[in-house]
Each structure stands twice: as structure tokens, then as C-alpha cells.
């Protein structure tokens, strides 16, 4: 690890990740969550300075998703309720491939919606990546589709993936659950507990999530996967 690399994760909590190279999206639970007297959720900054989406917002109360300080082993989740919340923020410019996306979250229960893990800010053919309850898969998209089926539902989930048109990945805890061609779309930006026309709600604890606009080795995967379980108690 360089000198610059080092210094790096100091300033960004190395008990994450191993390096924050190209890391464009860092949302974590335990810093940034600005509340109001009810823990109501109206901004997540970014931990990682990047050129656009410093903060993810939501300006109306009632569709604020709710922090609980030690939702998961002592550490705190924002909280969607699956009726109304969600944070968005979007891109200066849209973001091409390849990226890695990496999401710790206890997923919803399986039902009769499209219960959203996260989704790109626009258009639906810009999609990143949700949990659909209905099938209870986790797909990619990006004008094609990949999708693949998790071990459970309803429990901790930490998701990797890796957008790279043909050679795209879905991971669950580690685990290749899909592979395949997700297109080769634009992503406009992100959002959290609605899809991208601010429907299909999903309830969820997020713990964290990171974007890095490269592919990220495996190992590095892995020890940010293994990093996350150890803080929120995850099984991997």
C-alpha cells in the first residue's frame, strides 16, 4: 500500500476498506446522518469527497427514512419503512461502466412488491440493482438484465457487484449468484427505498454502501465484505 493509499484510509476508516482508489460513493451509517428530534433522516453525506453527490437528501418529513443508533451489534441503520421513505442523489454527469457496488443491509421480507435495495436517480433503463420480493431476486440492469436468487430473505445481506457489460457479477456474502451481460447503460445517480419514478418502496436497514467507479479486485472485495460482517455482525 502507498504512502497515499494509507493516508487514505485513515481519513476514511480503514476498518472498511483496504483502499479508496476511485471510490466515488461511501454511505455509512455511522457518520455523516443528519436527524431531526424524531432520528428522522434528512441527509447522508458521502464519506469519500468526490467531484458531484456530496449528500443524499430528502427534504419532505414524512418521506424521511429513520436512523436507529444501535439498529445492528451496537451500530446504527437508517430504516425504511416500505410505504414512503427514501434518499436520492443525483450525478453531476452520468456514470459509465466498469464500476463495483458493494451494499450491507438486512433486506425486507418477501411479499407482493418490488421491494427497491437501490436504484439509479432516472430512467428505469439506467438501474442499478434491487431486491425483487415478488421472485425474491437480486437483479442488475442496465438494458439487459441479470438476476440471481439469495440464499434467504428477510435477514443480513451484504451484496457485491460488478458492473463490466458481459463479465458482470452479482455476489451474495461472497458468492457468485449470477453472471452474465447487464448491458451497457448510463447510471445517473442512486437511490435508496424507492425505484427511480419514486414508487415500488421497500423497507430495509442500510448499513453501508460503496461505489467504485473501476473493478475492484477480488481480494478487495472480500476484505471489505469481511470488514463490514465483523462491524454489523453479518455471517458470511
Not at 82 to 100: H, I, N
Not at 185 to 212: A, Q, R, V
Amino acid at each position: 500500500m502507498s504512502i497515499q493509499q494509507a493516508r487514505r484510509r485513515r481519513v476514511l476508516g480503514g476498518d472498511i476498506v483496504p483502499d479508496t482508489k476511485d471510490l466515488r460513493l461511501f454511505m455509512d451509517a455511522r457518520y455523516g446522518v443528519t436527524v431531526d428530534s424524531a432520528n428522522r433522516v434528512s441527509h447522508w453525506e458521502n464519506r469519500v469527497l468526490s467531484p458531484d453527490a456530496q449528500v443524499m437528501v430528502q427534504a419532505v418529513d414524512a418521506q424521511k427514512p429513520t436512523l436507529f443508533p444501535a439498529r445492528r451489534n451496537s451500530h446504527p441503520a437508517v430504516v425504511f419503512d416500505g410505504t414512503t421513505d427514501s434518499l436520492a442523489v443525483q450525478f453531476a454527469a452520468p456514470q459509465a461502466q466498469p464500476m463495483t457496488i458493494i451494499v450491507a443491509l438486512k433486506s425486507p421480507a418477501s411479499s407482493a412488491s418490488n421491494e427497491v435495495i437501490y436504484a439509479s436517480y432516472g430512467s428505469g433503463t439506467h438501474r442499478i440493482q434491487f431486491l425483487k420480493a415478488t421472485s425474491d431476486v437480486v437483479a442488475a440492469y442496465m438494458g439487459a438484465g441479470l438476476a440471481g436468487t439469495p440464499s434467504a430473505v428477510g435477514g443480513q445481506h451484504i451484496f457485491s457487484s460488478v458492473y463490466d457489460g458481459a463479465n458482470s457479477i452479482i455476489y451474495e456474502k461472497g458468492v457468485s449468484i449470477a453472471t452474465g451481460n447487464i448491458g451497457s447503460n448510463l447510471i445517473d445517480g442512486i437511490k435508496f427505498g424507492k425505484n427511480f419514478n419514486d414508487t415500488d418502496p421497500g423497507d430495509m436497514d442500510l448499513y453501508c454502501f460503496l461505489l467504485y467507479t473501476r473493478v475492484l479486485p477480488t481480494s478487495d472485495i472480500r476484505t471489505i465484505e469481511k470488514n463490514i460482517a465483523a462491524i454489523w455482525d453479518i455471517p458470511l
